[in-house]
C-alpha cells in the first residue's frame, strides 16, 4: 500500500463504504478517508505514520484524550485477568456506584455495549411502564441506529441527506411522531392531540448530532412538564453529553437552574466506556426494576457490562475531576474564538453554537443571523464552506469531525502545542471557506 487511495480501494472491496459505521467514509466532505493506526494524547496518527491533532476523540469518548495511561493500565490488568465472563462482577457495580453518584436520578443502572442499544431499551422500559406506544422525538437528534428512532435522525442520517433509512416497517415509523426541537407549541399540540397515546418523549440532553443546537431556556423543563401532566415519560439522552460537558452531564449543568428538570430515564455512553464499548441506562428502581429479571422487559447482552469496559468506565469517571472539565472548558472556549476570528477576518458568516464544552460552526449568512434552533435550520446552512474549511484543516494536520453536523471534541490532553498547532492553521482554512 502505498496511498490512503489504495488503502481505501482494499477496504472497500470488503467492507460496505470501506468502514463500520457510515459517517467516518467522508461522505458529506469528499475525498479519501483517513485510516488510523494508533492515538495518543491530543492525537492521531494515520496508517503511513503522519499525525493529526484530533478534534473527533473518537466522537466523544476521549475525555482524558487518547490511550490515557492510566485507563490502559486498567484495562490491560482487567485483560490478564479474563476478556469476557458472561457473569456479573463487582467491577459492574462499582460503576454504577460511581455514575448514581454523579446523577442521581440514576438510582439502578443497566450496562449496554452501545448508546442504540440504551436508548432502545429506555423506550422499551417507557413502553412497558405507560402500555402505551407513541413515542416522541425531535427532528436533527440521533439516539442511534434502531428502527422507532431512525426517524428524521442526525448524525449520519443526516449526513447522507436520507429521511430515515430503508428497511425500516412503516409501522415502527408510524409509531414515532417526530416535532421540531425547541418548539414547546409542537410539543403541545402533540400531548393535546394524542397524549393518552404517548409513552414518552426523547430528547438529546443538548442536541450536538445537527450541529450544536442548546436547547432554549426551559425547553428541557418544559418537556419535563407536559410528559408528567400527561403520564408519560421523559428520557434524557446524554450518550454524547454524559460525563463530557461536565461532571454530571448536561443536567448537571442545567439543574443548578431555577428550571431544573430530573428526566425519568437518563442514557450514557461514549465517556462512561472511556473508549471501550460501553453504555448504560439509569433511572429510579421502579422503573429500572421493570427489566428482566425482575420485571416483563426483556433486556440483554453476551458482552454486556464486559470487564475490559467496565475497567476503562471506572478508570475514566475516576480521573475525570474538576480539573479536567475546567481545562475542556478552558480549551473548547479558546478554541471557539480562534475559529471565529478567523472566519470573521476571511469575511465567512457563519456562527459558533456551543453546549458548555462542545460546539460546531454553522455556515452562511441565515445561520449568522438568526442562529439555528433546529434541524430545519441546521439544513439551510452552508455545509460546502465546511468542506473546504475541513480539508484545508486536514492537509494542516488538524483532524475535523468530516461532516458540518457533528461536534467538535476537545480533550484535557489537548495542551498548549496542540492547541496552537490547531491555530496556525485556522487562517488559511478560513479562507478555503470563504472561496469555496
Ligand atoms: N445517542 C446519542 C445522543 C448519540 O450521540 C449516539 C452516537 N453518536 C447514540 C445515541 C448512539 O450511540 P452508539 O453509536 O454507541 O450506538
Redesign the pocket.
Known amino acids: 500500500m502505498t496511498d490512503m487511495a489504495e488503502v481505501y480501494a482494499r477496504a472497500c472491496a470488503v467492507i460496505p463504504g470501506g468502514v463500520s ?1 457510515p459517517v467516518r467514509a467522508f461522505g458529506s466532505v469528499g475525498g479519501t478517508p483517513v485510516f488510523l493506526a494508533s492515538a495518543s494524547g491530543p492525537h492521531v496518527v494515520d496508517v503511513f505514520g503522519r499525525r493529526y491533532v484530533d478534534l473527533v476523540c473518537s ?2 469518548p476521549a475525555l482524558l484524550g487518547h490511550a490515557h495511561p492510566e485507563v490502559v493500565a486498567a484495562v490491560t490488568d482487567a485483560a490478564a485477568r479474563g476478556l469476557s465472563f458472561g457473569a456479573p462482577t463487582t467491577a459492574e457495580v462499582e460503576l454504577a456506584e460511581l455514575i448514581r453518584g454523579r446523577v442521581p436520578s440514576a438510582e439502578k443502572v443497566r450496562f449496554t455495549s ?6 432502545m431499551t429506555a423506550i422499551r422500559v417507557a413502553r412497558g411502564a405507560t402500555g402505551r406506544d407513541v413515542i416522541v422525538k425531535f427532528a436533527g ?5 434502531s428502527d422507532a428512532l431512525l426517524a428524521a435522525a442526525g ?1 449520519g442520517v443526516a449526513t447522507a441527506g436520507l429521511p430515515g433509512s430503508a428497511g425500516v416497517t412503516r409501522a415502527a415509523a408510524s409509531d414515532t411522531l417526530v416535532l421540531p426541537y425547541n418548539d414547546v407549541a409542537a410539543l403541545e399540540a402533540a400531548f393535546a392531540e394524542r397524549g393518552d397515546d404517548i409513552a414518552c418523549v426523547i430528547t ?1 440532553a443538548a442536541p ?2 445537527m450541529g450544536v443546537v442548546p436547547p432554549a431556556p426551559g425547553f428541557n423543563a418544559a418537556i419535563r412538564a407536559l410528559t408528567s401532566a400527561h403520564g408519560a415519560l421523559m428520557i434524557s ?5 454524559g460525563f463530557r460537558v461536565g461532571p454530571a452531564g448536561w443536567w448537571g449543568l442545567e439543574s443548578d437552574e431555577a428550571a431544573g428538570w430530573t428526566p425519568d430515564l437518563v ?1 450514557f ?2 465517556v462512561v466506556g472511556g473508549g471501550m464499548p460501553l ?1 448504560a441506562l439509569g433511572g429510579p428502581a421502579a422503573l429500572m426494576d421493570l427489566l428482566a429479571p425482575l420485571g416483563p422487559v426483556y433486556q440483554a447482552g453476551t458482552l454486556s457490562g464486559n470487564p475490559l469496559a467496565t475497567a476503562a468506565g471506572i478508570a475514566t469517571l475516576r480521573l475525570a475531576d474538576d480539573a479536567v472539565y475546567a481545562h475542556v472548558d478552558r480549551v473548547s472556549a479558546e478554541l471557539q474564538d480562534e475559529v471565529a476570528a478567523a472566519l470573521d477576518a476571511a469575511g465567512v458568516a457563519h456562527r459558533v453554537q456551543r453546549a458548555g464544552n462542545l460546539f460546531s460552526v454553522f455556515f452562511g449568512e441565515h445561520a449568522a443571523g438568526e442562529g439555528v434552533a433546529n434541524y430545519a435550520a441546521a439544513q439551510r446552512q452552508e455545509a460546502f464552506r465546511y468542506t473546504a474549511f475541513f480539508h484545508a484543516m486536514l492537509d494542516a494536520g488538524v483532524a475535523l469531525p468530516p461532516s458540518v453536523y457533528e461536534a467538535w471534541f476537545l480533550s484535557s490532553a489537548h495542551d498548549d502545542a496542540a492547541m496552537g498547532r490547531i491555530a496556525a492553521a485556522l487562517p488559511a482554512a478560513a479562507r478555503a471557506a470563504a472561496s469555496a
Open positions: 459505521s466522537w466523544g452501545t448508546g442504540t442499544e440504551a436508548t437528534c440521533y439516539h442511534g441506529h448524525s438529546e450536538a448530532n439522552d446524554e450518550v454524547l453529553t442514557t455512553g461514549k453504555a
